[in-house]
């Protein structure tokens, strides 16, 4: 089993930066894939970016290219998604996942655990 808590949600302005924290328990994390879906109000929930259990493979939805990273201190027990360039349409409920091995996964079906979200709003 494994729990996930997300933190490091709040409102900045665009062009604004945060950075998001997601932290796990148990000895397994290191073994799992790691995902941020967001859900803004009225739309699916969407993957945003996911990084393999050693940090190897990461991916990238369109939108976040080149603005958001996704890294993992597996000694820390920690995934991060550092957010650069805030645009108004980032605004959403961001999920920590986790997906046990092998292999990435880009549907939400492929994540067994998941933490409760932190908001992101972002203002023009």
């Known amino acids: 089993q494994v729990q996930l808590v997300e933190s490091g949600g709040g409102l900045v302005q665009a062009g604004g930066s945060l950075r998001l924290s997601c932290a796990a328990s148990g000895r397994t994390f290191s073994t799992y894939a790691m995902g941020w879906f967001r859900q803004a109000p009225g739309k699916e929930r969407e993957l945003v970016a996911a990084?393999?259990?050693?940090?190897?493979?990461?991916y990238y939805a369109d939108p976040v290219k080149g603005r958001f990273t996704i890294s993992r201190d597996n000694a820390k027990n920690t995934v991060y998604l550092q957010m650069n360039s805030l645009k108004p349409e980032d605004t959403a409920v961001y999920y920590c996942a986790a997906r046990r091995p092998p292999g990435l996964g880009y549907q939400l079906y492929e994540y067994d655990y998941w933490g409760q979200g932190t908001q992101v709003t972002v203002s023009s």
């Open positions: 990084i393999s259990w050693s940090g190897g493979s990461t």
